[in-house]
């Protein structure tokens, strides 16, 4: 027996014009960790205008340099395919940037925080240097 759809639930044909005009998109990433070693140098999770939120992005050092690396899980013929992507080149490059962005910007904090607590050389060899007392 066959369903009656009502009014409501009758998909609406887009107007051309809606299609065209592409909403702002806000990204909120937020770097898990940082790695220093492997291909492997980041995971991410990016917030998407507050509606969407996509886990396990990954920054990955490749021979061509850094990118980015959604989720994402083994077909049966051996490909990699991801579960969730930007749909547009546009779209992607914003994405990209973004987690890239932010990436940048949590790697330069490590290192400023790495310096502040390392002590200077002259800090160490006072701290180190055999006290004599008179």
């Known amino acids: 027996m066959a369903k009656s759809q009502t009014p409501s639930a009758t998909p609406r044909k887009a ?10 998109v806000e990204f909120d990433v937020r770097i898990q960790s940082l790695q ?28 061509k340099g850094l ?14 395919k991801d579960i969730c992507f930007p749909c547009t080149k546009e779209s992607r490059m914003q994405f990209d940037s973004a987690v890239l962005g932010a990436y940048d910007q949590a790697l330069h904090q490590a290192q400023a925080q790495s310096q502040k607590s ?17």
């Open 15 to 24: 107007d051309p014009a809606e299609a065209r005009t592409p909403l702002p």
């Open 36 to 63: 220093f070693s492997g291909s492997t140098r980041a995971t991410a999770t990016v917030d998407i205008n507050g509606a969407f939120a996509v886990r396990g992005v990954k920054v990955m050092e490749g021979s």
């Open 67 to 80: 990118f980015v690396s959604l989720p994402g899980y083994k077909a049966g013929n051996g490909e990699y």
């Open 118 to 134: 390392a002590p200077s050389v002259s800090q160490q060899a006072q701290s180190t240097a055999p006290k004599m007392s008179m």
